[in-house]
């Protein structure tokens, strides 16, 4: 956050700026040096080296903000993980800090809050210091923002759990060493049926069935992967037996925090871009940027993009205190899709011919957002978890 918190005394607060400012120049040094000059490439190529990439970040300590120090994380708290998830919005596509955003902040948080020693010095650990790849598996065919809905079974024998099913939308899945599975570890009711598993992904009968072909997000690879009864002891599950959906709510807000942070930026980047051409492209003998209509537009976009940047800020601010954000998470989420499909949109239609090409950083943008109102609940979802902290959903 750019301020420090109010209870921080002077010294805390310069202490909060210094460290927030050294990390912000840290990460952009990182991202020009080795991300974006091979960005086009790996956008061509439909991947991008993930075990590379998060070694040099989880070196730099950036997999692991706000994770605890006993396993290799810097323990800030949560601003700090939303202040690189902004800065990683200068990365030039949405698919690579998607793929770092899976890493740090939601395939982990249950695990670092509610893991035991042993999982975490197995699995959160080396995710932290960038040397094993993690993924989530939550959404399946049949199930996506409908959480409760999945089928993957996780079945008790003895020590282990035999796990048959699949899940689908998978990012890092084909290059992935773990994952964080969610599946029904009974026939309870479905909010209370669910365990979160670290499941390694090289276990007798874990297929990565295909590598999924998207219109956009093209460097982070997504796949489909089944499970033909893969055993994996208990221990593996992260804290308590039936919690799973508990924890997967809860990791869904630092999913959504981080993923407004990370498009606010990027959307900054597009407008000040829009304004570069539009100043320097003619039409009817003047600039486009000096006709009123697109200029009046380019301001309007600008403030909103400002007022969620405070509905962020707001958030972030009182979930470090231990609120919960739920209801201000999922509006941030809601009006972060909507505002990245608008102004992806407005600002496309201004780069005209060109705009349609795939050569510009607006059309990659107008791909890659997409997802924002589909990944990690959709809007339909969003709104009803706001109108039921509102009070307005129909009576059963």
């Known amino acids: 956050l750019p301020f ?7 010294e805390q607060g310069v202490q909060h700026r210094v460290t927030h400012m050294s990390m912000i120049i840290f990460v952009l040094q ?10 086009d490439q790996w956008e061509a190529e439909g991947t991008f080296p993930a075990h590379k990439v998060f070694k040099i970040l989880g070196n730099a300590g950036f997999l692991g903000v706000n994770k605890p120090v006993e396993y290799g994380g810097l323990g800030l ?18 698919g690579i800090p998607m793929a770092i955003g899976v890493q740090s902040d939601m395939a982990t948080p249950a695990l ?12 959160l650990r080396p995710s932290i210091m960038g040397d094993k790849v993690a993924c989530l598996g939550v959404s399946e065919v049949g199930a996506g923002s409908d959480v409760s809905s999945i089928k993957t079974k996780a079945v008790r024998k003895g020590d282990e759990y035999v796990i048959s099913g699949g899940k689908m939308w998978t990012t890092n899945g084909t290059q992935a060493d773990w994952m964080c599975l969610l599946a029904n570890t009974s026939d309870g009711p479905p909010h209370k049926n669910k365990s979160l598993i670290c499941l390694p992904m090289n276990l007798p009968g874990v297929h990565v069935a295909r590598k999924i072909n998207k219109i956009g997000m093209w460097s982070s690879d997504t796949a489909e992967v089944f499970f033909d009864d893969v055993r994996v002891p208990c221990k593996n599950v992260i804290g308590q037996e039936g919690l799973g959906f508990t924890y997967q709510m809860l990791q869904f807000q630092e999913e959504r925090l981080w993923a407004v942070a990370n498009i606010v930026t990027t959307m900054d980047s597009i407008i000040q871009e829009t304004i570069n051409y539009t100043r320097q492209r ?22 909103e993009v400002e007022l969620l940047r405070s509905l962020l800020y ?33 600002c496309l239609q201004y780069w005209g011919g060109m705009g349609f090409t795939s050569d510009v950083p607006v059309s990659r943008f107008y ?22 902290y509102m009070d307005t959903l129909p009576r059963k």
Request: glycine share 8%.
């Open 282 to 303: 003619k039409v009817f003998q003047q600039p486009v940027l000096y006709h009123q209509a697109v200029h009046f537009r380019l301001a309007e976009l600008q403030t």
């Open 367 to 388: 791909r890659d957002s997409r997802l924002m109102s589909i990944g990690a609940g959709a809007d339909e979802v969003m709104l009803g978890i706001i109108c039921k």
């Open 314 to 346: 707001r958030a972030t601010a009182m979930y470090i205190k231990g609120n919960d954000v739920t209801k201000l998470a999922s509006m941030a989420k809601l009006k972060g899709g909507r505002l990245a499909r608008e102004l992806s949109d407005s």
């Open 77 to 94: 708290d949560f601003s700090y993980s939303v202040a690189v998830a902004e800065e990683l919005g200068s990365i030039r596509c949405g």
């Open 30 to 39: 990182l991202i020009d040096q080795e991300i974006n000059p091979y960005v």
């Open 112 to 123: 670092a809050r509610f893991g035991s020693d042993e999982l975490k010095k197995e699995f």
């Open 4 to 10: 420090p918190p109010q209870e921080l005394n002077f």
